[in-house]
């Protein structure tokens, strides 16, 4: 008689890290703000976060030493462009209640927001006829 | 012909421009704000664009190797003629335009640099302490750029 063992079968994902979870959320409550048209994790890639294979680009979250994280975020603005630094307290905004909500409020440290890139539709500004 | 009002006297001075790619920094209790360079170049090329006027933005040879550039997804015309110097509260703006004739071009030069100051002010924050416009050329109506013909072959 044998007795049969379960097998060690399909590894599941393993949750999210508080940090990853920052990060998403934050990248998250950016796109959603008016005015913010994407992210961009930069040219050296210096604005990403890992989240269990995937790449959250545009969003750098960093441990400190009191165990909340710092965000920094790079954006891509729409046109017309709102002001940059109204803009920037706008997406703060959001962060800090998304954190709040997710109970990560109290692992939220400062937000930096770095302007990239100005995206507008395809045809404005071109030259003339 | 050119059309250049202020000096650059400041930046000899050091008022204006650091060459780190980013300025309009603005510090907050809840984190720092950032600007490039590259949001400065564009806006200030897109305000001049908007100005009546104004057919293109560049020399010659900065147009024509935008043109190669843009067929080849690198390029971006609203930058090409427009250079900046950013520093923490400041901005100049260099722009190469070329104007369509029978325009007025202090006219014209004075409008761009109004539209300029003010949407890189609104937008920005930062104070922009000069705007120098170079007319490069004049576009009569009916004149193709050679770009302009190859792309509809």
Known sequence: ?129 | MADQRASSAQRAAGQVGSPSGEGGALESSRGSTAISDAVVTKVAGIAAREVGGVHNLGGGVARAFGGMTQRVGIGDERTQGVSVEVGEREAAVDLTVVIEYGESIPQVAEAVRSNVISRVEGITGLSVTEVNVAVNDLYFPGDEEPADAVTTV
Do not use: C, K
């Not at chain 1, 680009?57 to 462009?81: C, H, K, Q």
């Open chain 1, 1 to 129: 008689m044998s007795t049969a063992r379960p097998g060690p079968g399909p590894t599941p994902l393993a949750a999210p890290s508080r940090r990853a979870q920052l990060a998403r959320l934050a990248r998250e409550a950016a796109l959603a703000t008016v005015g913010v048209a994407g992210a961009s994790a930069g040219p050296q890639g210096r604005f990403a976060t890992g989240d269990r294979g995937e790449v959250l680009a545009g969003v750098l979250a960093t441990a400190r030493r009191d165990a909340a994280f710092d965000l920094e975020l790079n954006l891509i603005v729409s046109w017309p462009a709102p002001p940059l630094h109204s803009l920037a307290e706008a997406v703060r905004e959001r962060v800090v209640t998304a954190a709040g909500r997710a109970g990560l409020g109290d692992v939220l440290g400062p937000i930096g927001i770095s302007f990239a890139d100005v995206l507008e539709p395809a045809g404005l500004g071109g030259p003339g006829p």
